[in-house]
């Protein structure tokens, strides 16, 4: 995805499903929005459920346009405004119980160049919400090919979330070495549980990074996901919506 105007920011957010990575990439997305800045979300999961916070509703995904269109297809077909004009676009996934949803990233993020859509919309950011539980050749896609520079893994303190955290980073170290996205930090989802602090400390050096941002659990997410909305925008005076604007202003340095 090159362009004549490249993006200030390409950040591909990493985590194992489940783990508060699509809520933290609503909301950073939102709050680099209130800032100004052109944003473009793309959702990198089969579930296609990364962009809804900002769209209120699930959006056509590339995969579903090329199945259902095939070359008759528009980028107004899968890029969907949402919240204060963050572009919102799910690559989606193949039919259920046929094809591979790493290939399908492959062929979506093909679709994606050919049309031209980072030179049509002109982001200033991207943010890829990547899916982190198997790096494989598809989901590896945005730490290749001068898609992302910068990738954050979102991790609680639960094992199988560390697990997976140092899963990615091994992959992102692979490609580091060809001059591609660099890992510049884990970003810390409490969940609450006891000593979860203490063992997301004692595996960074094992993971092989530094802790970038810590969030608190918080009520006022799960509030804002029944309403469909990011916190950014259900409960923008609130101390988290803040804390998601402090580590927009991070990523942006």
Do not use: W
């Not at 031209?116 to 590896?140: M, N, R, S």
């Not at 560390?162 to 996205?181: D, E, K, M, P, T």
């Amino acid at each position: 995805m090159s362009s004549n105007k490249k993006p200030i920011k390409r950040i591909a957010f990493y985590g194992k499903g489940g783990i508060g990575k699509s809520t933290t990439s609503a909301n950073l997305s939102a709050a680099l929005s209130e800032q100004g800045l052109k944003v473009m979300q793309i959702g990198c999961d089969p579930k296609a459920d990364s962009t809804m916070l900002l769209s209120r509703s699930k959006v056509p995904t590339v995969l579903n346009v090329i199945r259902e269109k095939q070359d008759q297809i528009a980028l107004s077909d899968f890029v969907i405004e949402g919240f204060n004009g963050v572009l919102c676009v799910e690559v989606g996934g193949p039919t259920p119980g046929v094809g591979c949803a790493g290939q399908g990233i492959i062929g979506a993020f093909g679709k994606m160049n050919e049309l031209k859509a980072i030179e049509t919309y002109q982001p200033d950011v991207v943010i890829y919400d990547v899916l982190g539980d198997v790096v494989c050749g598809g989901f590896a896609v945005p730490l290749r090919d001068g898609y992302a520079e910068d990738v954050y893994i979102v991790s609680s303190g639960e094992r199988m979330s560390l697990f997976a955290a140092y899963n990615i980073s091994q992959a992102v170290h692979q490609f580091r070495n060809r001059g591609y996205a660099k890992l510049k930090g884990l970003i810390f989802n409490s969940k609450g549980g006891n000593n979860e602090e203490q063992r997301v400390l004692e595996s960074l050096e094992e993971i092989g990074t530094k802790l970038a941002f810590t969030f608190p659990r918080d009520p006022i997410v799960q509030k804002c996901e029944k309403e469909s909305v990011t916190v950014i925008e259900g409960a923008p005076e609130s101390e988290l919506a803040n804390k998601y604007r402090q580590l927009a202003s991070i990523l942006m340095k």
